[in-house]
């Protein structure tokens, strides 16, 4: 089969979408570049056969930068029903309890201290939207908290039965007709939001379950203010949003929430995530005020974003998992081995470009 025949298999499962956050259609949104290669685009098969990456675009409207075009809604519900999702296992180290919760402990602790001290909760109901296999409702239940959420994942799902007792946990895929038996009060997503493909579904379902006055706190993956190459490698098959704090106030107006504070590269385990807690206080404001110029959006991606990983690559990498001075690490590699400096120096270099 042709390329070209590839590449028109590949349109009919994958269309280019009005932006998500505010419905502009999406003739002329703004190119950005992501410079990596996308791995990720592997696991979807068929529906993206033809391409050898997703593409980005910054809405003209409200400049939020979005994965487009993108499979249809319908083509991502048969593909994750079909025989060909493959879904993610259970790290067998998890199973040894005291590991995973040092683990946990050492990954989730630090926003868990963050969404707390800022909400003023010390106990109460919380439904977690997951992606941490049951982490996060553990240490919040060794707290004192109700704990309820939902796992996508099948082996995620019993590990939090069968090894955390947790049996509050749901499974399936979060949606706006998904129920907890009470109202809660605080709602904790980590790196999911931006992995769902309907982000005003979510949160009609997140707003029924929220308690008055209740909290949500969203951990994004982000590249903006960024520290390292991975920023752009968020941009991915699996991803459909990039977050700013600005973005995500235009959604979470619409639906009664109002930020209460934002952190980006909140902690020395993974950076270029933003950490965002707003408030339900059923008042809503005027998403418009949230846009942010396009024209900026696109600079900063295709300018700033790069040039900051290029500054910042001494002391972070490519990866961003603690600041550590690499220079001294560079110095004892050239002096034992100069040859395998310069072969190291050029893979990272030419990585870095993508």
């Not at 991502?76 to 029903?81: D, I, T």
């Not at 029924?208 to 098959?237: E, I, K």
């Amino acid at each position: 089969m042709s390329s070209r025949t590839l590449a028109q298999h590949a349109s009919s499962r994958i269309a280019t979408v009005p932006c998500p956050l505010c419905a502009t259609p999406g003739e002329n949104f703004l190119c950005v570049r992501t410079r990596h290669t996308d791995s990720s685009i592997q696991k979807f098969g068929h529906l993206y056969r033809g391409t050898k990456s997703s593409e980005w675009r910054v809405c003209s409207t409200c400049g939020f930068v979005h994965h487009n075009p993108r499979p249809a809604q319908k083509a991502l519900e048969q593909f994750y029903a079909g025989p060909h999702y493959v879904p993610r296992v259970t790290p067998e180290a998890f199973h040894h309890m005291d590991w995973f919760r040092s683990f946990t402990q050492d990954y989730y602790g630090a926003k868990i201290e963050f969404a707390l001290k800022h909400s003023g909760l010390a106990t109460g109901k919380v439904f977690e939207l997951g992606n941490t296999s049951g982490g996060v409702p553990l240490l919040l239940n060794d707290r004192g908290w109700t704990v309820h959420g939902i796992e996508s994942c099948p082996s995620a799902y019993t590990f939090t039965q069968e090894r955390l007792k947790l049996p509050s946990i749901q499974q399936g895929f979060f949606s706006s007709n998904t129920r907890v038996p009470e109202k809660v009060d605080l709602i904790w997503i980590n790196h999911m939001l931006s992995q769902y493909s309907d982000v005003h579904d979510v949160m009609k379902g997140l707003t029924q379950m929220m308690q008055p006055g209740g909290y949500l706190f969203t951990v994004s993956p982000t590249c903006f203010h960024n520290v390292s190459a991975q920023s752009l490698r968020w941009m991915n098959a699996c991803t459909y949003s990039m977050f700013t704090h600005h973005s995500l106030n235009q959604l979470l107006s619409q639906y009664g929430f109002e930020e209460v504070t934002h952190l980006y590269n909140g902690f020395d385990l993974e950076k270029d995530d933003l950490w965002h807690l707003a408030r339900f206080t059923g008042r809503k404001l005027d998403p418009k005020s949230f846009y942010e110029s396009p024209g900026r959006v696109r600079f900063s991606v295709n300018v700033v974003n790069p040039l900051r990983s290029f500054l910042l690559f001494p002391f972070y990498g490519h990866h961003a998992t603690g600041k550590r001075f690499l220079p001294l690490r560079a110095a004892r590699v050239l002096f034992r081995n100069p040859r395998d400096f310069v072969r190291k120096l050029g893979s990272g270099l030419r990585r870095m470009v993508g």
